[in-house]
């Protein structure tokens, strides 16, 4: 039986007190040391540079047991450094993941290279638990730290014309081997309609359990979707590109009759070689009925309405 490492408050008393994150030392591994951390024309907060305010717990937590940290840790999906469960774990120390810097480009008003810490400097932190659904067919409870996609793109401001989001992980096949082979077209690439990228969902993590995202698990940033297969949660992200036209993702390019753009967590609609009714949490025995959005349908259920999901899988 897993117990949770934090209490959760209830939704009415979220304060800065919800997760105590060792601030200074989360941010020296996360991105170094935060001095001139501010872009020309950003606006820098003070929240992550003054180290003022911990993580608090988001009210978006489900209170489901946390899988264990061990496990979330070392078994992954990552590619770049393998096709087994536990490769990532094994290799993933070959990535360097500072310096980084991210590109914004395509439609928005400020494009730019920017540096992790221009990335980190205005964005507090929250903790939020959230499932992740492969769409292997198992799942676990991670706790997440980060913030929200949309804050960080409304910086960047975003033209009208700015209808997807495109993301892609670093390409450097000395520090990420399993890029040597052809069973992606690298870099990994990912993407989501805006108005998903918006949604106060979807996260851009930077730890989980309280501490730096381990490197297996997307470090030093990655995408979580909570209600889609995890394959859309791009890990090591070093583009943002907004464009108008829906792009397509590395497994989609790869497999179109099994890996749609969107991706949405459906017990009803089958993977050709799998059904996906059911799930295996990681930790327990049996099997659990896996939930329309993976149990987010309230929350994002009105992003496709009148679209038919059989057809946009
Ligand atoms: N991101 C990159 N760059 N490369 C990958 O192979 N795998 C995806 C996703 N993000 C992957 C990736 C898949 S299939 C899943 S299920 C999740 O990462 C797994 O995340 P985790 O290892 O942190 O549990």
Redesign the pocket.
């Known amino acids: 039986m897993v117990r949770l490492r934090y209490p959760i408050p209830p939704a009415s008393e979220i304060t800065p007190k919800g997760v105590r994150v060792r601030r200074r030392h989360f941010l020296q591994q996360a991105g170094g040391l935060l001095l001139a951390a501010a872009a020309p024309g950003l606006s820098a907060a003070p929240a992550w540079q003054a180290g003022t305010a911990d993580a608090v717990q988001s009210p978006f937590s489900t209170d489901e047991p946390l899988t264990d940290q061990a496990m979330?840790a070392g078994y992954?999906?990552?590619?770049?450094f393998g096709t087994g469960k536990e490769d990532?774990k094994r290799h993933a120390h070959r990535l360097r993941t500072s310096p980084w810097s991210v590109e914004i480009s395509g439609e928005v008003d400020r494009p730019g290279h920017y540096t992790l810490e221009d990335i980190l400097a205005p964005h507090g932190l929250e903790e939020r638990i959230y499932r992740?659904r492969?769409?292997e067919g198992w799942s676990?409870v991670i706790p997440w730290l980060g913030f929200p996609l949309g804050d960080l793109l409304r910086r960047f401001e975003p033209t009208s014309r700015a209808g997807y989001v495109v993301f892609e992980?670093l390409h450097d096949p000395e520090q990420m081997p399993g890029q040597r082979s052809r069973i992606l077209d690298w870099p990994?690439r990912e993407g989501l309609r805006i108005d998903e990228a918006m949604h106060p969902l979807t996260l851009l993590a930077v730890g989980m359990y309280g501490e730096v995202l381990p490197n297996?698990?997307?470090a030093p940033l990655?995408l979580v979707v909570p209600w889609k297969?995890?394959?859309k949660?791009?890990?090591?992200i070093v583009s943002i590109h907004l464009q108008e036209e829906q792009p397509i993702g590395s497994w989609e390019a790869q497999q179109p009759a099994e890996y749609g753009f969107y991706a949405n967590v459906n017990p009803q609609v089958s993977h050709p070689r799998w059904r996906q009714a059911t799930e295996r949490r990681i930790g327990e025995g049996g099997r659990r009925r896996t939930e329309i959005f993976n149990g987010y349908g309230e929350l994002v259920a009105d992003l496709y309405a009148g679209m038919d999901l059989r057809r946009h899988f």
């Open positions: 979330a992954n999906n990552f590619f770049e990532p992740l492969c769409v676990m992980t990994y297996q698990n997307g990655r297969y995890g394959f949660s791009i890990k090591s």
